[in-house]
């Protein structure tokens, strides 16, 4: 196999992937911060977040939506990224939060934001929760099935309280991606046509507890198809028109859910890539989809609740990694990097991060590598292993960059800011990596440290007197 070729111009194209990237003296720069001073001051695997551009897509959705949809509310999916520097950032731009546990509850109400600007989600909310939820006052609380009701309404009972609700519709529709799916008759969640209407007719005879104030579906994470948002969008405006003149209820907001895509970095040198990175529409034509399927399905005068969260941040961040080791076997070039699946959970879907160089950013010499993380573990790679067993694969069999990596070297994962800090684990007793936060003024800060060893025994009995002890005999000193 050929080691390496010439190509015409450097490999990165700031412009192009759409981050705020630049080299100087062949090292990588973002949001003109230094990633290799970075990576030195605070160690790798590193998550770097851009709030500017969490900022930046809250803008654009908000433009593209509002032009269309005059009754908008935005919540931002706290599941995608909960790290309080973000949601702070989020609840600075007007936008509420879209909880589903009462850890994250606790997570939006420490970030500054209003009982009455939080939506509660999730498919299995135990009494406990749905009494803070009825006790807080929360905006709205989206049951998923009839037995959720019926506990909420004994809650409430006992508080003397009235909760805010709604349902989740499961609207048998599939989304673009076709490895997130939650609104298809085979999902967990929601209730389909027959049994939803079924429970806003058992809502209606609660009155005295449960006030219903809306409906909601959502059927997957990533949704690239227009057809998808068409489809379920209207299913739900004409489900909400039958409910109001069915049972006499005021339904005061439709529910959207997210799926929001995003335009994931690729180029042409590493391919294929999988489906979540073609034909992603803008959020113009979802918009203009969404306010068409909405009027088909007459739905007029209802304020409309979008719940984007990996559309806000997973193109804020990006992953400094380290190339811990290099070998060649099997004819191939190997390098393996700090970050494993460990640090992306989303690597065993498989998902597509784009890599770009950090160090030798400037080398115009690329060479095919395959590329590994550190776990034990034989599925630990930045490809697709299984796809290529069976010859389809969905991700490139070699990440194209500069000839000649070796141990030290820093390589930038991009796409990151969704689903990995709030999903990482210790697995191989891996420490959790870090993250730095950069503001809106490029000022860089610690969002998150690193975990120590210490961490790894935060949860369990144990002598502190002999953890120091292994630790300073463990020091690199």
Known sequence: MEKSYQVTQAPISPNRLGYDLTIREGSLFFEGVSLRSLATKHGSPLFVVAERRIISNIKRIRSAFSAKIPKLRISYAVKAASSLRILRTVKEQGVGAEVTSEGEIFLALMSGFSPRNVVFNGPAKSDRELAIAVKLGLSCINLDSLDELE????????????????FRFRPDVGAGTKIIQTGTAESKFGLGEADVIEAYGRAAALRDNVKVVGI????????????????YVKKLALLAARIRKEFQID??????GGGLPVRCATDELNQPTPSHTKSVPSDEEIAATVARALSEGEARDYEIIIEPGRRIVANSALLVTRVIST?????????????????LPSLRMPWYYHMLPITKADNRELSPYRVAGPLCDGHDLYHDL?????????????????????????????????????????????????????????????????????????????????????MKKMANE
């Open 151 to 166: 506990r909420l309404n004994a809650v409430c009972k006992h508080l003397g309280k009235l909760a805010r609700i709604s």
């Open 251 to 256: 339904i005061q907001h439709i529910n959207i």
């Open 216 to 231: 909601h579906a959502h059927v997957g994470s990533q949704n690239t198809s227009l057809e998808s948002w068409a489809d």
């Open 386 to 470: 299984d796809g290529e067993e069976q010859g389809v694969p969905s991700l490139p069999k070699y990440r194209m960059l500069p000839n000649g990596l070796r141990a030290g070297d820093l390589l930038a994962l991009l796409d990151v800011g969704a689903y990995s800090v709030d999903l990482m684990d210790n697995f191989n007793g891996r420490l959790l990596a870090g993250a730095v936060f950069i503001d809106k003024h490029g000022r860089p800060s610690v969002m998150r440290r690193h975990q120590t060893y210490e961490d790894l025994l935060l949860y369990q009995p144990h002598s502190k007197a002999k953890a120091d002890h292994i």
């Open 327 to 343: 070998k060649t076997s099997g004819g191939q070039d190997w390098i393996y990097v700090d970050a494993g699946f460990n640090t």
